[in-house]
């Protein structure tokens, strides 16, 4: 049986451990972000909360995985130092969800996936698959071996 | 009888919330109540002392010192604080079993609920208000009706589920068109058999927007303080079920909390702190 590896809210793991998957519960308006490198068998998931570290510089110092502007590159860069490259590296993403409110106070999730994709186009990174907003909740697993993304949404699960 | 009246029926074979639970939230609700008068409470409860001696010791409530009895925690922590921890120890049991008509596995609703009342407390600080072990009971305990309710959303999951996804109902109000009656509503008339206090069965009771909800004397009134931090929660996705997303904002909440979108993420990047200080509260066990 593989090694579970737990990414919690404002988290994120590297590894190169190809018995180990990588899992994170309850993304919600968060976004899941799975990289891997098919090549070197290094994987990477972050978990992150918000759109832009501006909110709070500090927090953002001491948990860079909080927002999508300090944790995506983190979570780039981190690969790298396993060998990953960019060029092979497949990327997913799921999460970004909204609750139902017409007002827009509390659309973060729809704020992430535009941080997402702004800095994925600036940075020249194509995403695989996609599993984005609705007004569900999501659990992402990647495992190591394989490079396959299990995404659970709304109780079903599926390979993403 | 209707289906409505056989859920409500079905809340007998409940168990019965523990009497020195129910003298604990008499003791909230006293403003000369001391921590000494807790601790006659507390200490006859071999399992909830235990219980509470590790919630004691987890940094979440500022001890730096390890507290060995439940006199020492009394004297350090102070009444608010013991109560927060005395209610935890006490509600982790009414979410004894998985809630497998909300998809939720055991321990994912307690989850959600610790998650929701660390919330609370964050937002509290935010409006510069000083802790409140009311709400932080309200916040832990606002989901009790779905113990009861599970069952019958599972039976009727894919008619829920529909309504949900297809005329954008939220979750509560598809409970409510199919099976006669919501989990906060029922929620409501469990709290109310168990005796807690007035303030706290209506903080369950309305814990969504409902068109019927009174309005309270703005100063003590839970309602919009358990809102706000159950769908920072729900947002959050910490131990929620099917239902998790599908809740419906009430225009005017942020309003009366004069809170923007700002100000929602803030309380946001406050609560992955917190939760890490308050592992203690996932870990306490059922007795």
Not at chain 2, 27 to 35: C, E, F, I, K, R
Not at chain 2, 160 to 166: D, F, M, R
Request: proline share 3%; glycine share 8%; aromatic share 6%.
């Amino acid at each position: 049986m593989s090694q579970l590896i737990t990414i919690g809210v404002a988290d994120m793991k590297v590894s190169n451990d190809p018995a180990a998957t990588l899992v994170t519960y309850s993304l919600g308006s968060c976004i899941g972000v799975a990289i891997y490198d098919p090549k070197v068998r290094v994987g990477g998931l972050l978990h992150y909360m918000l759109p832009d570290a501006n909110l709070d510089l500090e927090k953002a110092k001491k948990n860079p995985f909080m927002f999508a502007d300090t944790g995506i590159p983190f979570l780039f860069r981190e690969a790298y130092k396993f060998g990953a490259d960019k060029r092979r590296m497949v990327v997913k993403v799921a999460g970004g969800a909204q609750i139902l409110d017409d007002h827009g106070f509390f659309n973060i999730g729809k704020r992430n996936q535009l941080i997402l994709k702004k800095i994925f186009w600036r940075n020249n990174v194509l995403v695989k698959a996609e599993a984005l907003g609705g007004s569900v909740n999501r659990t992402v697993r990647l495992n190591l071996s394989t490079g396959e993304v299990l995404l659970k949404e709304a109780g079903k699960e599926r390979l993403l | 009888m209707n289906l409505a009246e056989q859920i409500i029926s079905s809340i007998e074979k409940l168990p019965p919330f523990p009497e020195v639970v129910k003298r604990l939230m008499e003791l909230v609700d006293d403003p000369t109540a001391d921590a000494e008068d807790i601790f006659a409470v507390v200490q006859y409860d071999q399992a909830l002392t235990a219980n509470c001696l590790k919630l004691c010791n987890c940094s979440y409530f500022g001890l730096r010192q390890k507290v060995h009895s439940l006199r020492q925690a009394v004297v350090l922590l102070g009444t608010k604080n013991l109560l927060k921890i005395v209610l935890a120890g006490a509600g982790v049991n009414i979410y004894t079993k998985a809630q497998e008509g909300y998809g939720l596995q055991r321990g994912e609703l307690w989850q959600h609920s610790v998650t929701c009342a660390i919330l609370s407390q964050i937002v509290l600080k935010k409006m510069g208000r000083s802790e409140d072990p009311l709400l932080f009971t309200s916040s832990l305990l606002h989901d009790v009706g779905k113990v009861a309710l599970s069952d019958y959303v599972g039976k009727e999951f894919d008619i829920i589920s529909l309504l949900v996804q297809e005329q954008k109902m939220s979750f509560v109000e598809a409970e409510k068109e199919v099976l006669g009656i919501d989990h906060a509503e029922l929620g409501g008339i469990i709290s109310e058999k168990w005796q807690f206090p007035p303030l706290l069965v209506k903080a369950i009771r309305y814990h969504h927007p409902k068109d019927d909800t009174e309005d309270g004397r703005e100063d003590e009134d839970l309602v919009p303080w358990v809102r706000l931090s159950n769908l920072i929660a729900n947002m959050l996705g910490v131990g929620t079920g099917h239902d998790g997303m599908a809740c419906r904002v009430d225009s005017d909440l942020l309003n009366q909390f004069s809170l923007g979108r700002k100000e929602v993420q803030e309380i946001m990047a406050e609560f992955p702190g917190e939760m890490k200080k308050a592992e203690e509260l996932l870990k306490i066990t059922v007795h």
